[in-house]
């Protein structure tokens, strides 16, 4: 049985901000930790598979797969592979940049523990290619490798913190769905029809349902979104305005022209004059 007791490799000094150690457990029934102080550091877990336990005061949470638990400093707590399974999960302890306290300022269900449940298959994955990044940097010792780590959490606090606000906003994930799809590929021209299809829901039901939980309709809304890329492109690279019109999904440069002076108030070249 796997136990550890006050693990002392945690109770040092807080260091500057960065990740102290983190990997990839596949732990059985009998594994346990327990830390009667706490940590002096934040420790981050995101379970895979299995089931793990987390004892805080007299109550107790169990995680199961896409659930993330981040305890904070002095949260004394403990916790142990689920009985009868194998806990597959990453874990990290790290010291938070200050700009980052913001981004973890989530719903507390118990004074030093914050729960994340992820039921977003794309997220997930994303957050295990994050957490596999950051521990590979973690293990080199290269110039960078430390950063790379850092910003590896960075990006994995960002996801946290994105997702805690689409909850607390509580979109429907067929309208997500919808969203992502408007959003990636700006060429690309759907129809309310196709995309009802995509989420199963009938072209009115969905248009009602994206206006209200979005405030737009999927027309003005993508109108939106291409509009506010071409102001990107116009402030940070050279292309023609034909170049970016193109880019954003305006087949005529001139409707392009007419769209961005209604919605920015001035012209797409009298803006990048502007802006920059």
């Not at 029934?29 to 830390?35: H, K, P, Q, S, W």
């Not at 981050?44 to 004892?55: A, D, H, V």
């Not at 993330?68 to 707590?77: C, Q, S, Y």
């Not at 993508?222 to 954003?248: G, H």
């Given at each position: 049985m796997a136990e550890f007791l006050n693990d002392p490799a945690v109770e040092t000094a807080s260091p500057a901000p960065g990740i102290l150690v983190a990997d990839h457990y596949s732990e059985p029934?009998?594994?346990?930790?327990?830390?009667s102080r706490g940590t002096r550091d934040w420790?981050?877990?995101?379970?895979?598979?299995?089931?793990?336990?987390?004892?805080?005061?007299?109550?107790?949470?169990?995680?199961?797969?896409?659930?993330?638990?981040?305890?904070?400093?002095?949260?004394?707590?403990?916790?142990?592979?689920?009985?009868?399974t194998m806990w597959e999960f990453y874990w990290a302890h790290f010291i938070p940049q200050p700009s980052w306290l913001e981004w973890l300022a989530w719903p507390e269900p118990h004074p030093g523990l914050l729960i994340v449940r992820l039921?977003?298959?794309?997220?997930?994955?994303?957050?295990?290619?994050?957490?596999?990044?950051?521990?590979?940097?973690?293990?080199?010792?290269?110039?960078?490798?430390?950063?790379?780590a850092l910003n590896a959490m960075e990006e994995m606090i960002l996801l946290l913190a994105q997702r805690v606000n689409d909850t607390a906003k509580r979109l429907d994930s067929r309208i997500e769905e919808v969203l992502g799809i408007i959003t990636r590929d700006l060429k690309q021209s759907f129809s309310i029809a196709g995309l009802a299809r995509q989420v199963q829901l009938s072209p009115s039901r969905l248009a009602h349902l994206f206006k209200e939980q979005v405030g737009d309709s999927i027309a003005a809304?993508?109108?939106?979104?291409?509009?506010?890329?071409?102001?990107?492109?116009?402030?940070?690279?050279?292309?023609?305005?034909?170049?970016?019109?193109?880019?954003?999904?305006?087949?005529?440069?001139y409707y392009f022209t007419k769209q961005f002076t209604s919605h920015y108030g001035k012209s797409p070249t009298a803006y990048r004059k502007q802006i920059r």
């Open positions: 029934d009998g594994y346990r930790v327990y830390r420790l981050i877990t995101y379970t895979l598979s299995g089931s793990g336990s987390y004892w805080i005061g007299e109550r107790n949470w169990t995680c199961h797969r896409g659930d993330i638990v981040v305890l904070k400093p002095g949260t004394v707590h403990h916790y142990a592979a689920g009985e009868g039921n977003d298959a794309s997220v997930e994955a994303r957050l295990q290619a994050v957490f596999e990044r950051m521990i590979g940097d973690c293990r080199l010792e290269q110039p960078y490798s430390g950063l790379l809304t993508r109108a939106k979104i291409r509009l506010r890329q071409a102001a990107r492109l116009l402030e940070f690279t050279s292309r023609t305005v034909a170049e970016i019109a193109e880019d954003v999904g305006f087949q005529s440069p």
